[in-house]
């Protein structure tokens, strides 16, 4: 499901820690602290193949929120998301 222009915008500047360890592979760890930065409206095109590629083979619809997400060792990590995955993965602190 993905967020409305307004409840992206409202997400921009909060903070975010990762609930569990579903994100491990694109090395965000359970735990991991990260700041919304930034909202992105993708164009409504299906999406390539993979582990984060595929949305059920519909297309993508709405607004993504960015979230950067800061390692203790080598630089900080972007990773956009939906709605659905932001209330799944993220709790915001």
């Known amino acids: ?10 997400r921009v500047g909060k ?5 569990d ?4 592979d694109e090395g965000i ?8 930065v930034a909202i992105s409206f993708p164009p409504t095109v299906e999406i390539g193949v993979g582990k984060r590629g595929i949305r059920r083979g519909k297309q993508w ?10 390692r203790p ?8 998301v939906d709605q659905e995955e932001y209330d799944r993965v993220l709790d915001e602190i």
Do not use: H
Request: proline share 4%; aromatic share 16%; net charge negative.
């Open 1 to 10: 499901m993905p967020f409305t222009k307004a409840e992206a915008e409202a």
């Open 15 to 19: 903070w975010v820690r990762v609930r």
């Open 21 to 24: 360890d579903s994100c491990y």
């Open 29 to 36: 760890e359970q735990g991991m602290l990260g700041k919304v």
């Open 61 to 70: 619809e709405g607004w993504l929120v960015a979230v950067e997400f800061y």
């Open 73 to 80: 060792r080598g630089p900080s990590a972007l990773f956009c």
